[in-house]
Nanobody, 131 residues
């Protein structure tokens, strides 16, 4: 069982930066792939799946990003501290969403940005980008 908790969301002007953190309480943190997902306001009610933003493998040596995040966001992890960070730059209003940290079992050397591969989810942290 893994509990994850996000922090760092808030209000930021377009073009700005924001860093989200996720703390996982689990022994064997490095047995898990970690990911960040997001859901824009109203999308949950519409039945839309959460959008994968970035994931990182157990050792931090492999990462994957969505096309919208690639080049602007950076995911990293610290296995000694049980933390995962999502550094976001050049934010725009389309990045406004609830951001969720998730953990899933590690099945190899890579990670995949599909929500069904992640079993444990946090409550989310809200990011609002204004122009």
């Amino acid at each position: 069982q893994v509990e994850v908790k996000e922090s760092g969301g808030g209000l930021v002007q377009a073009g700005g930066t924001l860093s989200l953190s996720c703390l996982a309480s689990a022994s064997g943190f490095d047995d898990y792939v970690m990911g960040w997902f997001r859901q824009a306001p109203g999308k949950e009610r519409a039945g839309k799946e959460r959008e994968g933003v970035a994931c990182i493998n157990w050792s931090g040596t492999y990462t994957d990003y969505s096309p919208s995040a690639n080049g602007r966001f950076t995911i990293s992890r610290d296995n000694a501290e049980n933390t995962v960070t999502l550094q976001m730059e050049s934010l725009n209003t389309e990045d406004t969403a609830m951001y969720y940290c998730a953990a899933g079992p590690s099945n190899g050397a890579e990670c995949e940005l599909e929500s069904f591969r992640f079993e444990y989810w946090g409550q989310g942290t809200l990011v609002v980008v204004y122009s």
